[in-house]
């Protein structure tokens, strides 16, 4: 599902490199913090770098810190993680974090951790099975290794097998640092995927591709997720595990749309549009709570039906979209609009243009307040910087003029806020960018009339909102998909 995450990608890199209002916290809200979580500045400090190497002036808002942290101990989530790793009790999870030099025997559990991720991280490290000359050997055999080519491989990396507790920790590791393409390691893949070996070299072979070019099997792995598997009894079967279907319910849903499974070449294809049925067979009242950009039902059954109108699995759309994210790239790291030239400014404009269009949307733009609508062109719309509390209305239509669906965009939705939602539901770790940009021309709409002149920042919001749409036909309550 590579791909997926690739047309996700490529909103939020052209969103989160527009120019956005910094919300750095005061110090009141942050004594105000420390107050609610009952710990000093000094304790946060110390949680902070020893788990994750950061201080306070990491941060911009409070809610990016309440993110990192997470909750605090409580009695309900430690008895949680004790039930996880198999600890009969409280007093046996100190011995082992005492044992293992990560407290001492006169400190509690709370007051040094405070934060049950804290917890988590370090009793994950600290728990393993230990490595034996029997498993070992058996991960050696499994990936088809000698000793010497297992230390050979680590280091080369400027590692040691020497330097692992548990044979979880070194297996994880050699899959990072590659595994070789041998008779093992092939038949792994093979199983796991429930391919043939015909059927493997066939898909190498219809791409241009042979076996002989890949001395790893993580590569091959990596280039047959880009190439799009078949669909076999194993991953139709994972794809039902996924989504809680028996067989019978997946062809009644796809007949529901005139659908079939005959009609999907790559399990790819079918977890895509899955996704999409799944939207609309969903109670999505509480999605379109959660957006909060005006969207309902009907609307987003609109933009559902239209995203599915589009082949994401076309070549010559994602050659696009890939150089949409390598002219992206070509951008140096800005804080404002006022690091941008003019040229690069109506560079990152023609980017939101073609983005655009290579989804098949049209938009029109208005400024409204009560009974005032002001329309802007598109440029005017991505450059306006002074709003007077005017909220930002978008009709969103295909390029045949056919409408689809308006949202709206309110101040409170923009800045740092409105980028944390969008992250919440992709679960990506990100850096909103720091400040609105700042303009001393006079904008004019296309009806001539002048425009409100306070600061806002509607040129996020503008690309914020069409990725919320896009991420809104990802993410549905109750659902992950299976990420390879």
């Given at each position: 599902?590579?791909r997926?995450?690739?047309?996700?990608?490529?909103l939020?890199?052209?969103?989160?490199?527009?120019?956005?209002?910094?919300f750095?916290?005061?110090?009141?809200?942050?004594?105000?913090?420390?107050?609610?979580?009952?710990?000093?500045?000094?304790q946060?400090n110390?949680?902070?770098?020893?788990?994750?190497?950061?201080?306070?002036?990491?941060?911009?808002t409070?809610?990016?810190?309440?993110?990192?942290?997470?909750?605090k101990i409580?009695?309900?989530?430690?008895?949680?993680l004790l039930?996880?790793y198999e600890?009969a009790?409280?007093?046996?999870?100190?011995?082992?974090?005492?044992?293992?030099?990560e407290?001492?025997?006169?400190?509690?559990?709370?007051?040094?951790?405070?934060?049950?991720d804290?917890?988590?991280?370090?009793?994950?490290?600290?728990?393993?099975?230990?490595?034996?000359?029997?498993?070992l050997?058996?991960?050696?055999?499994?990936?088809?290794?000698?000793?010497?080519?297992?230390?050979?491989?680590f280091?080369?990396n400027?590692d040691?097998?020497?330097?692992?507790?548990?044979i979880?920790?070194?297996?994880?590791?050699?899959?990072?640092y590659?595994?070789?393409?041998?008779d093992?390691?092939?038949?792994?893949?093979?199983?796991?995927?429930?391919?043939?070996?015909?059927q493997?070299?066939?898909?190498?072979?219809?791409?241009?591709?042979?076996?002989?070019?890949?001395?790893?099997i993580?590569?091959?792995?990596?280039?047959?997720?880009?190439?799009g598997?078949?669909?076999?009894e194993?991953?139709?079967?994972?794809?039902?595990?996924?989504?809680?279907?028996?067989?019978e319910?997946?062809?009644?849903l796809?007949?529901?749309?005139?659908?079939?499974l005959?009609?999907?070449?790559?399990?790819?294809?079918?977890?895509?549009?899955?996704?999409?049925?799944?939207?609309?067979?969903?109670?999505?009242?509480?999605?379109?709570?959660?957006?909060?950009?005006?969207?309902?039902?009907?609307?987003?059954?609109?933009?559902v039906?239209?995203?599915?109108?589009?082949?994401f699995?076309d070549?010559?759309?994602?050659?696009?979209l890939?150089?949409?994210?390598?002219?992206?790239?070509d951008?140096?790291?800005?804080?404002?609009?006022?690091?941008?030239?003019?040229?690069?400014?109506?560079?990152?404009?023609?980017?939101?243009?073609?983005?655009?269009?290579?989804?098949?949307?049209?938009?029109?733009?208005?400024?409204?307040?009560?009974?005032?609508?002001?329309?802007?062109?598109?440029?005017?719309?991505?450059?306006?910087?002074?709003?007077n509390?005017?909220?930002?209305?978008?009709?969103?239509?295909?390029?045949d003029?056919?409408?689809?669906?308006?949202?709206?965009?309110?101040?409170?939705l923009?800045?740092?806020?409105?980028?944390?939602?969008?992250?919440?539901?992709?679960?990506?770790?990100?850096?909103?960018?720091k400040e609105?940009?700042?303009?001393?021309?006079?904008?004019?709409?296309?009806?001539?009339g002048?425009?409100?002149n306070?600061?806002?920042?509607?040129?996020?919001?503008?690309?914020?909102?069409?990725?919320?749409?896009?991420?809104?036909a990802?993410?549905?309550?109750?659902?992950?998909?299976?990420?390879?």
């Amino acid at each position: 599902m590579r791909r997926i995450g690739r047309l996700v990608l490529g909103l939020i890199l052209i969103m989160s490199l527009m120019p956005s209002v910094s919300f750095a916290f005061s110090d009141q809200e942050l004594a105000n913090f420390l107050k609610t979580e009952k710990i000093t500045e000094e304790q946060l400090n110390d949680h902070l770098q020893r788990f994750y190497e950061m201080s306070v002036e990491d941060f911009e808002t409070i809610e990016e810190i309440e993110y990192m942290l997470g909750d605090k101990i409580t009695t309900e989530n430690l008895a949680e993680l004790l039930e996880g790793y198999e600890l009969a009790s409280e007093e046996e999870l100190k011995a082992l974090l005492v044992e293992n030099g990560e407290m001492q025997a006169t400190d509690t559990i709370r007051n040094v951790f405070i934060y049950i991720d804290a917890l988590y991280m370090t009793v994950d490290s600290n728990t393993g099975t230990p490595i034996t000359p029997e498993n070992l050997q058996q991960l050696l055999d499994e990936n088809g290794l000698t000793i010497e080519e297992l230390t050979t491989i680590f280091t080369d990396n400027e590692d040691s097998i020497e330097s692992y507790r548990f044979i979880e920790d070194l297996e994880d590791m050699l899959y990072v640092y590659g595994r070789p393409l041998n008779d093992q390691t092939l038949q792994l893949l093979l199983s796991d995927y429930g391919l043939t070996l015909e059927q493997l070299n066939g898909i190498l072979a219809e791409n241009g591709d042979s076996l002989e070019n890949y001395d790893s099997i993580d590569d091959l792995e990596y280039a047959l997720l880009d190439y799009g598997m078949p669909i076999t009894e194993s991953n139709l079967q994972d794809l039902l595990d996924t989504y809680e279907l028996t067989r019978e319910e997946l062809n009644q849903l796809l007949a529901k749309y005139d659908d079939a499974l005959e009609n999907y070449e790559t399990i790819d294809e079918l977890y895509f549009n899955l996704i999409f049925y799944m939207i609309l067979e969903e109670d999505s009242g509480e999605l379109l709570n959660d957006l909060g950009i005006g969207l309902d039902k009907q609307e987003l059954v609109n933009l559902v039906k239209h995203f599915m109108t589009i082949d994401f699995m076309d070549s010559d759309f994602m050659e696009r979209l890939t150089e949409i994210e390598t002219r992206l790239g070509d951008f140096d790291e800005f804080e404002s609009a006022n690091d941008l030239t003019p040229e690069q400014m109506n560079e990152m404009i023609t980017l939101y243009h073609e983005m655009m269009n290579l989804f098949g949307f049209e938009a029109k733009y208005y400024l409204v307040k009560r009974d005032d609508r002001i329309a802007l062109s598109e440029q005017e719309a991505l450059t306006l910087e002074n709003t007077n509390g005017y909220d930002l209305l978008i009709e969103l239509y295909n390029l045949d003029g056919d409408f689809l669906a308006d949202i709206i965009l309110t101040a409170d939705l923009f800045g740092s806020e409105l980028i944390d939602k969008i992250g919440d539901k992709l679960d990506v770790v990100k850096t909103a960018p720091k400040e609105a940009a700042v303009s001393n021309e006079v904008v004019k709409t296309v009806n001539g009339g002048k425009l409100p002149n306070t600061a806002g920042n509607y040129t996020e919001g503008l690309l914020a909102g069409l990725a919320l749409m896009l991420i809104g036909a990802f993410w549905f309550r109750k659902r992950t998909v299976k990420q390879s």
